[in-house]
């Protein structure tokens, strides 16, 4: 019996041992996971240079997200701080989503920094995001596109984080002729400017090119120094369209905002040396501000009526079905219920009421606002703007 207990006793002692033998294996596989953490926890710089904070802030610039304090909680793989290499500055350049097609590495890039006193600098594209930046409350949900370059030979007063505009070429020409998209009227695919010609007004032709907000470029139709009328459709009859064309169904240049009735300004075509740079870009900070591109909403009703009008191939000063027809998709939608007396035709009254609404709803919507506005003159290729990196 005693020699019973004592085995007893043996076993129960060694599974104790073994027990313990386990916790302590534990303890200190514990052990080694914290010192191994501990010396991780001393960062060494790989090169000589500033460290920056990575402080985040709420996208309405109020309270902080994250700020790099004693005592903070990180997640693993986030960043804390950063190095930057001032032999190696980047910036990052939102793009709107219209543009952003035309945006591809290798690009040439014309930066000027806000803080160098107007300094332009060269870089070049090296990399654009396929998925569009997180947008906000205030983005109207618009997309933009981050593009990332490379600063060429960084002066030593550049620093990470300052503002700075980027033009990116992505369309250069040489010796152009150029005219403002103003003077230009399209028509059922085809484009149209009104010459003028001695004491008269010739309706010529021209063949287009590439073109922004501003200005188009002319590859044929018209000469260097020949007198156009800035807006041909408020010149009345002196413009005068061809009904027999073929409808090309285009994508139009703009809808151009009219002067006043019966006020012709003229303005000579003009050659271009070393047409490019970006389009509709915005201000510093590449959001832009409320665009600037002029549309129906700065027309009266009248100058949309004459728009209107100039389908009425019969001359009776009232637009039938088939005239109607003529116009595009949009005024199309415009007037479809406008003939109030049921008559067939839309006549000048009729018009009127109809353009009239266009017009408010118009206003309505750019007082609203819209994203981009308008790139200098020669401008072809997308804007934007961002801090260095």
């Known amino acids: 019996k005693m020699l019973k207990t004592f085995d007893s006793d043996i076993a129960t002692a060694e599974a104790k041992v073994g027990a313990e033998q386990s916790s302590l294996q534990l303890e200190q596989s514990n052990l080694a996971e914290i010192d191994d953490q501990i010396s991780k926890c001393t960062i060494r710089a790989p ?111 550049l620093r990470s984080g300052m503002n700075a505009e980027v033009r990116i070429h992505v369309e250069r020409k040489s010796d152009v002729l150029q005219v403002p998209v103003q003077a230009v009227a399209e028509y059922k695919g085809h484009y149209f400017s009104l010459v003028k010609n001695g004491d008269n007004f010739e309706t ?40 027999d064309l073929p409808d090309l169904n285009p994508i139009k240049i703009a809808d151009i905002d009219a002067p006043p009735e019966g006020n012709v300004a003229l303005r000579p075509a003009a050659m271009a040396g070393g047409l490019g740079g970006p389009p509709a870009g915005g201000p ?20 949309l009526v004459d728009r209107y009008l100039q389908q009425d191939s019969d001359g009776d000063g009232k637009l039938s079905k088939d005239e109607v027809a003529q116009l595009d998709e949009r005024g199309q939608q415009a007037i479809a219920a406008a003939d109030t007396n049921s008559d067939g ?19 309505e919507r750019n007082a609203q606002g819209g994203p981009g506005g308008a790139g200098p003159d020669g401008a072809f290729g997308p804007g934007g703007t961002g801090g260095g990196e």
Do not use: C, H
């Open 47 to 157: 090169s000589a240079g500033q460290v920056v904070y990575v402080n985040k802030y709420d996208s309405r610039g109020g309270s902080a997200e994250f700020v790099v304090e004693a005592g903070a909680t990180v997640r693993e793989r986030q960043p804390i701080i950063r190095l930057p290499n001032s032999n190696e500055m980047q910036i990052k350049a939102t793009v709107n989503e219209a543009r952003i097609t035309l945006v591809r590495p290798g690009l040439p890039v014309t930066i000027r920094v806000d803080a160098l006193k107007g300094k332009l600098l060269e870089g070049e594209v090296i990399r654009v995001n396929q998925y569009a930046e997180p947008g906000g409350w205030s983005s109207g949900n618009v997309k933009r596109y981050a593009s990332y370059i490379k600063i060429k030979d960084p002066p030593p007063e």
């Open 204 to 243: 010529r032709e021209v063949k287009v090119g590439s073109s922004n907000d501003t200005v188009v470029t002319i590859n044929g139709g018209l000469s260097e120094s020949e007198f156009v009328v800035m807006n041909p459709r408020s010149a009345g009859t002196l413009l005068q369209l061809p009904d």
């Open 284 to 303: 510093p900070g590449g959001a832009g501000d409320k665009g600037s591109k002029k549309g129906r909403g700065n027309m009266s009703p009248s100058m």
């Open 345 to 363: 035709f839309l006549d000048r009254t009729e018009l009127t009421a109809a353009a009239a609404a266009v017009v408010a709803r118009m206003k």
